[in-house]
């Protein structure tokens, strides 16, 4: 780096962090990655990988090693659970495209756990288990933030640039006292992760299906191991009786029929948000990921996106400490990105979140039939594909 330049500072050692340090390690910038946690992120949490991330993954020297362990998913689809009826998407139209033309399912913590034994092997990159920010203090050329150690001793760091990659909830943001405008969706999903073998009771499922049904709407996502199952309350049922054993037992007979155990690991309840800053920089702090925008799962898009929030970052980094550009290519990573997040990310989420909240029967075999010709048309498929594997975005992006 050069010379009387700190290093950046990055606040959330999560898919988002890791990535944007390793990313700016490429580089030759130096990072401190904070992570509040002391130990690596294991949470059930994103679990799909699009194409243009797994190119991304790839330069950074960690998307071998994840396909490994993780499962190539060419087919995915939408389906009726009473009739079998589907619409797949084969991601082979876009062969031409991506040198990966498949999504890879595989679970977040698998990334983290790869991407920080790579940061802890850089020596560009200094990752600092169980350090909480604490606050921060824009001055003249650097921001001054305020930590405190796993002993619970404070300390402070200067840094030309803080990146906040400290998710959804994020302090830095926060403390900015920023709006984060947007809005909760009413329902609230169950995400259930279990052993039981659906792929061995229901005929023709792909590794990613989205569900209708009579009685509600359901997604079944394999991993290796394990299925996600994400569910959604009765009309009138508490979420505290939803998610009881007893109940999630019941719901998940309406998929399965006559089954005694399901073999669940774990049941975790959650409310989808769709929100966004109007600006992904303020001054020399920069907003990256969930901290930036958040939106429904419906499709896989938030971890990629804020993987490809750091990515484009990097690069304007770069060329401010070492191509003596102008801070204001900051102003550029954030139209970008926060254009992107809102006509590509957000868009999608929502329209995939309200394909399959649909309750209109009529309005489901409409919905299937026209999804169907796109399936079967190559040149709609390819286009549809590209946008929902997240390349078109990135192309609006470059041109």
């Not at 930590?147 to 990659?165: M, S």
Request: with cysteine.
């Amino acid at each position: 780096m050069p010379k009387g330049k700190e290093p950046i500072l990055i606040v959330g050692g999560g898919p988002v962090g890791l990535t944007t340090a390793l990313r700016l390690s490429q580089f030759g910038v130096r990072s401190i990655v904070l992570e509040k946690n002391k130990t690596v992120q294991n949470e059930l949490r994103a679990s799909t990988f699009h194409p243009p991330t797994i190119e991304m993954l790839d330069e950074l020297g960690v998307a071998a090693e994840l396909i490994s362990i993780g499962l190539k998913t060419k087919c995915w689809q939408f389906r009726v659970h009473e009739t079998g009826e589907k619409a797949v998407f084969d991601l082979g139209h876009i062969a031409q495209d991506t040198k990966y033309p498949y999504r890879l399912q595989v679970e977040q913590k698998e990334l983290c756990r790869l991407a920080t034994n790579k940061a802890e092997a850089d020596e560009n990159i200094e990752l600092r288990m169980g350090h909480k920010f604490e606050g921060l203090r824009q001055k003249e050329g650097f921001v001054e933030i305020k930590v405190r150690n796993k002993n619970h001793k404070e300390y402070k760091i200067e840094t030309p640039i803080l990146i906040a990659a400290d998710g959804s909830s994020s302090e830095i943001r926060k403390t900015m006292d920023l709006e984060f405008p947007g809005l909760t969706y009413p329902e609230t999903s169950i995400l259930v992760a279990t052993e039981f073998p659906f792929h061995e009771h229901i005929n023709g499922l792909s590794n990613v299906n989205y569900v209708w049904s009579k009685w509600g709407t359901y997604s079944l996502l394999k991993l290796p191991g394990i299925w996600r199952c994400s569910l959604y309350p009765d009309v009138n049922e508490s979420i505290e009786h939803a998610v009881r054993p007893e109940s999630i037992s019941e719901k998940l007979n309406r998929i399965v029929p006559n089954q005694n155990d399901f073999r669940v690991l774990e049941v975790r309840p959650y409310k989808i948000h769709q929100r966004i800053l109007k600006k992904y920089h303020h001054g020399r702090v920069v907003f990256v990921g969930d901290a930036a925008h958040l939106n429904s799962p419906s499709g896989g898009m938030g971890m990629n996106g804020g993987i490809h929030d750091g990515w484009n970052l990097a690069e304007k980094l770069k060329e401010i400490l070492f191509d003596g550009r102008p801070l204001t290519r900051l102003d550029v990573y954030s139209e970008q990105r926060q254009k992107i997040a809102e006509n590509e990310i957000l868009k999608n989420a929502h329209k995939n979140r309200s394909r399959m909240q649909e309750r209109d029967e009529s309005i489901r075999i409409a919905e299937l039939k026209e999804l169907k010709k796109i399936a079967s048309d190559p040149e709609r498929a390819r286009e549809f594909l590209l946008r929902s594997s997240m390349i078109a975005g990135l192309r609006e992006i470059e041109s």
